[in-house]
């Protein structure tokens, strides 16, 4: 990615949110570790997809905001002239008219030029008004047939072969509904394989037990080692705890299958001061405290053979001290209130110091519009 960090796209800078506090803090100083621990808190809240409590919500959303804009103009004030930080100010009274942000940012809308394009190609261009007019109409008609609606003599074969249904192919309804969860298709690697777990093997009488390479759970995510859980247990109020899944098992009696996760619980430890985020054992890394080093021991993959060249990795010098990634993307509710990071208001609140503070280092960078020094912007200060 630093090979063409000049020509990023919205994904890459996603990534680059969600890593930079494990890779850029330690070539910062304070004052900017504030301003991307500030916008490592914000990213989850924008890009989050469900909203349980809007009111709450946009009570979180405006604070962060201000939170950012405090720390980014007490860098330097003259981030007053980039106009997309003020319509940052907007973007709670948008969410609050048309929901969350990221299902109605403007590449949603842009993504249906596609329609328009792919109507317009397929086209001998002799009439291409015409064929773009079939084209959706042909669109509408689908749009009718998928909602379920009725279709008169839908037994005729002519109509069947014009929409593509064969009558001799039978369709499983059910086993559609219940794609989740199913095994994925990696195969398990040897030095993964265990024995079945004599606590699992009691609980599951009856049972054939086959350790599995994981479980895709839905569209987005894996359940297999080395992911990380929040479990919450049915007779614990709700309580949530993180887990690392240890190994991952398929249980088959007859027709029936279900999945079996066996990991291990840890408990939520204290707010790390370096990366402001909540502390946890074998889960995010703190290479901060650690001291990790980065060595060149990688072995860098080329069309799915290993070469002879290497990458650069962190190799981890204590595994006692972890933190978990609060910058995660997209923004979850549940991770956010399980790890409580407080929000550290009053270290918000003096506005004016902030701007003289922003102000005075505008100054002494200079540049075209550079301001004059505070004693004349604000006399009283002095």
């Not at 850029?24 to 301003?35: K, S």
């Not at 799915?304 to 990634?325: I, K």
Request: proline share 4%; aromatic share 10%; net charge neutral.
């Amino acid at each position: 990615m630093a090979k063409h960090s000049a020509n990023f796209i919205g994904k890459e800078f996603k990534i680059v949110l969600q890593c930079a506090p494990f890779v850029l803090f330690p070539f910062m100083d304070e004052a900017q570790r504030d301003v991307w621990i500030a916008l490592c808190q914000l990213a989850p809240l924008i890009f989050q997809t469900y909203i349980d409590d809007m009111d709450q919500y946009l009570e979180a959303l405006t604070f962060h905001i201000h939170k950012f804009l405090f720390y980014a103009f007490k860098s330097t004030a003259q981030w007053v002239n980039k106009a997309k930080f003020h319509m940052l100010l907007h973007l709670p009274e948008s969410i609050r008219r048309f929901g969350p942000a990221c299902l109605f940012a403007t590449e949603k809308f842009e993504s249906y030029n596609a329609v328009l394009r792919n109507a317009s190609i397929h086209s001998n261009r002799q009439s291409p008004g015409k064929d773009i007019a079939i084209t959706f109409a042909n669109y509408k008609v689908m749009r009718r047939l998928f909602p379920g609606s009725e279709r008169c003599d839908k037994d005729n074969p002519m109509i069947q072969k014009s929409m593509d249904f064969n009558a001799q192919t039978p369709v499983d309804y059910e086993a559609a509904q219940l794609e989740f969860p199913h095994a994925t298709k990696a195969k398990l690697a040897l030095k993964d394989k265990v024995t079945v777990p004599t606590a699992l093997q009691d609980h599951l009488l009856g049972n054939s037990l086959f350790q599995i390479a994981g479980v895709q759970w839905d569209a987005h995510r894996v359940l297999k080692h080395g992911v990380f859980i929040l479990v919450r247990r049915g007779d614990d109020c709700g309580h949530a705890e993180a887990g690392f899944i240890d190994h991952v098992w398929e249980a088959r009696q007859r027709s029936r299958r279900s999945f079996w996760v066996c990991y291990t619980e840890f408990s939520r430890g204290r707010v790390d001061d370096y990366y402001q985020m909540r502390t946890i054992t074998k889960t995010m890394h703190n290479c901060h405290l650690s001291n990790c080093q980065v060595d060149y021991t990688g072995r860098v993959r080329v069309e799915r053979e290993e070469s002879e060249e290497n990458n650069a990795t962190v190799t981890h010098l204590d595994s006692s001290e972890f933190v978990v990634n609060s910058a995660e993307l997209p923004g979850s509710a549940v991770l956010r209130n399980w790890a409580a990071v407080p929000r550290r208001e009053s270290d918000v609140q003096h506005l004016l110091p902030m701007l003289h503070e922003g102000l005075s280092r505008w100054h002494e960078g200079g540049g075209q519009n550079a301001p004059g020094p505070i004693s004349v912007i604000d006399p009283e200060l002095v």
